[in-house]
């Protein structure tokens, strides 16, 4: 049950990111406050899982760990690019086309492309199930381009930023599992990720303009989306993994667009057309068929303290 939680309160946790960045100062971009978000945000994940490994190798001092190579280096270097590039794409498409649409795109798209990537990877066929969801989730996708907002269909440049943010999360959620499969540790890998964009982070930060932090608004919306939704976010998800099944866990994590588009109607007030809202619908049916037809055969729950831990599944904000 705490493991439920954990993961439960991250993806509602992932779904504030859009409205809380709505509800800052007005001259903000899409690229400073993803790079202040995650100077914030990361450096905190890297601390906070840097300590917790600290800790644990201290109760399990014998533990074999995998040999730092060439090899993971890249993954993880990988996996922080694509956590960086994902900001401003995220940001871009909900200030072009808003919350609950641009959300439910990225966040929809992840998986579907993950699957995709993985397949021309190991070129093992997904499923009859997969390829049922994907096209649900492709059509709701389209209905929602189309769609849009009350008042007009949605910006094409925004739906393309939407995109670009799922793809970008899919290659990171594949580098996870295959850092993962190769034997490190969920902290080690969200810690790097943490750090890695971080870094990249502060070296992107001369180009950004963040004079609106001055704006309490603009300060009180960073640390939300830096601490909170990141740093907080982060390590419930990677802790509440440790001890769920991948079918527990990746029907907890469709509360991240639901929270998203729930938010978006309702605080910020959004609108959406008809055809718009029929496209959540079957992108939702998509995404609930996506994770029912990912079980594996009765997986077991799996201890958080030992090193077998399951994949992670591509939902983040």
Same mark, same amino acid.
């Given at each position: 049950?705490?493991?439920?939680? $954990?993961?439960?309160? =991250?993806?509602?946790?992932?779904?504030?990111?859009?409205?809380?960045?709505?509800?800052?100062?007005?001259?903000?971009?899409?690229? =400073?406050?993803?790079?202040?978000?995650?100077?914030?945000?990361?450096?905190?994940?890297?601390?906070?899982?840097?300590?917790?490994?600290?800790?644990?190798?201290?109760? +399990?001092?014998?533990?074999?760990?995998?040999?730092?190579?060439?090899? @993971?280096?890249?993954? %993880? !270097?990988?996996?922080?690019?694509?956590?960086?590039?994902?900001?401003?794409?995220?940001?871009?498409?909900?200030?072009?086309?808003?919350?609950?649409?641009s959300t439910v795109i &990225?966040?929809?798209? &992840?998986?579907?492309?993950?699957?995709?990537?993985?397949?021309?990877?190991?070129?093992?066929? @997904?499923?009859?199930?997969?390829?049922?969801?994907? &096209?649900?989730?492709?059509?709701?996708?389209?209905?929602?381009?189309?769609?849009?907002?009350?008042?007009?269909? +949605?910006? +094409?440049?925004?739906?393309?930023?939407?995109?670009?943010?799922?793809?970008?999360?899919?290659?990171l959620a594949v580098a996870?599992?295959?850092?993962?499969?190769?034997?490190?540790?969920?902290?080690?890998?969200?810690? $790097? %990720?943490?750090?890695?964009?971080?870094?990249?982070?502060?070296?992107?930060?001369?180009?950004?303009?963040?004079?609106? %932090?001055?704006?309490?608004?603009? &300060?009180? %919306?960073?640390?939300?989306?830096?601490? !909170?939704?990141?740093?907080?976010?982060? !390590?419930?998800?990677?802790?509440?993994?440790?001890?769920?099944? =991948? !079918?527990?866990?990746?029907?907890?994590?469709?509360?991240?667009?639901?929270?998203?588009?729930?938010?978006?109607?309702?605080?910020?007030?959004?609108?959406?057309?008809?055809?718009?809202?029929?496209?959540?619908?079957?992108?939702?049916?998509?995404?609930?068929?996506?994770?029912?037809?990912?079980?594996?055969?009765?997986?077991?729950?799996i201890d958080p303290g030992?090193? $077998?831990? @399951?994949?992670?599944?591509?939902?983040?904000?």
């Open positions: 049950m705490p493991s439920v939680i $954990a993961v439960l309160a =991250a993806a509602l946790l992932f779904g504030t990111t859009g409205t809380s960045q709505a509800l800052g100062p007005g001259d903000t971009t899409p690229f =400073a406050v993803g790079v202040m978000r995650l100077l914030i945000g990361g450096t905190a994940l890297a601390l906070v899982t840097g300590l917790a490994a600290w800790l644990r190798r201290r109760r +399990a001092p014998s533990e074999i760990r995998p040999r730092l190579a060439a090899g @993971p280096l890249a993954l %993880m !270097a990988i996996t922080a690019v694509c956590l960086f590039v994902y900001q401003p794409l995220f940001f871009l498409g909900t200030s072009a086309n808003g919350v609950a649409v &990225a966040l929809g798209s &992840a998986p579907v492309l993950a699957g995709l990537l993985e397949w021309a990877l190991t070129r093992k066929t @997904p499923g009859a199930l997969w390829g049922a969801a994907t &096209a649900l989730s492709t059509a709701g996708v389209a209905l929602l381009g189309f769609g849009g907002r009350e008042g007009g269909s +949605a910006d +094409a440049s925004g739906l393309l930023a939407s995109l670009g943010a799922g793809a970008s999360f899919a290659i996870q599992r295959r850092l993962l499969d190769a034997g490190w540790h969920p902290l080690t890998v969200v810690g $790097a %990720m943490g750090g890695g964009s971080a870094a990249i982070s502060l070296v992107a930060l001369p180009f950004a303009d963040v004079s609106w %932090m001055s704006d309490p608004r603009g &300060a009180l %919306m960073i640390l939300w989306l830096g601490l !909170a939704t990141t740093t907080v976010a982060y !390590a419930l998800f990677t802790w509440g993994l440790g001890g769920l099944n =991948a !079918a527990t866990a990746a029907t907890l994590t469709l509360g991240e667009p639901l929270t998203a588009s729930v938010l978006g109607i309702v605080v910020l007030g959004e609108r959406l057309a008809p055809l718009a809202a029929a496209g959540l619908v079957v992108l939702g049916a998509g995404l609930a068929l996506l994770a029912w037809g990912s079980r594996t055969a009765r997986e077991p729950a030992t090193e $077998a831990h @399951p994949k992670p599944f591509a939902v983040e904000g």
